[in-house]
């Protein structure tokens, strides 16, 4: 089998995994997903069937206490954008979105604490079960654009994948505010916050400001972020080239 059969699922089975996470997190010990690096198209693509979830899962947030500030951060708001994402997310359901509504209280209860990190074992806890809720939310309903559109500052600027999604997260809301209202203004009330505005200040915190991008790389960053189909087509606002190029302009 050559690698890129991988990206086709053209596979009947999987070798057994044990899912021990050791961040808080990806969710990946409650997913299919295997998400790798494509070179040749300068972007991550995920494969992954029913037959290549975990067969255990073990989660268990004493693997995360001596984790560090950056790693613990930048993980932390890839479960919360996992949990939002899949809230807002065209393929969302009554189940997910129970789930979904959980796992964003939960984050708001330790989120202030994060941005300072000054995190109590408590917090360790709460952030672990984020992250598994968030895993066991995208494994039903996907992702959307935000996670598409951060590849781009993964691959291009190094910047680690949830700390790039966050980055997103303030223009990304705005964005689906019209078609969206009532899920983001109840996201915003289970956070403790009164706006997004308010919100994304604390991401700001945690995560510095968006880095600046010439007219070159929104270019470019715009052709690549529309190879993410399944991403553009789950979104709740309608996703084109004009509309990924006006959210590219306006982060920076």
Known sequence: ????????????????????????????????????LRKDMQTKVSFGTKDTYPVYAFVDAKYTYSLGKGSTISTAVDAFTHAFEGYLANRSTVISDSFATTAIKAFGKSMRKLAKFELDEADRENLMLVSLLGGIIISQTGVTIAHGMGYCYTYFKGIPHGAANGLIMREYMKLNYDVAKDKIDNALSLLGCESIDEFADILAEMLGQPPKLTEEEIELYTK?????????????????????????????
């Not at 996703?239 to 920076?252: C, F, M, N, P, Y």
């Open 224 to 252: 690549l972020t529309q190879i993410q189909k399944g991403s553009m087509a789950n979104t709740p606002h309608k996703i084109d080239a004009e509309v990924i190029k006006g959210l590219w302009s306006s982060i920076r």
């Open 1 to 36: 089998m050559a690698v890129t059969d991988l990206f086709k699922n053209a596979f009947t089975k999987a070798l057994p995994i044990v899912g021990v996470p050791t961040t808080a997190g990806t969710g990946s010990e409650a997913t299919p997903y295997s998400v790798l």
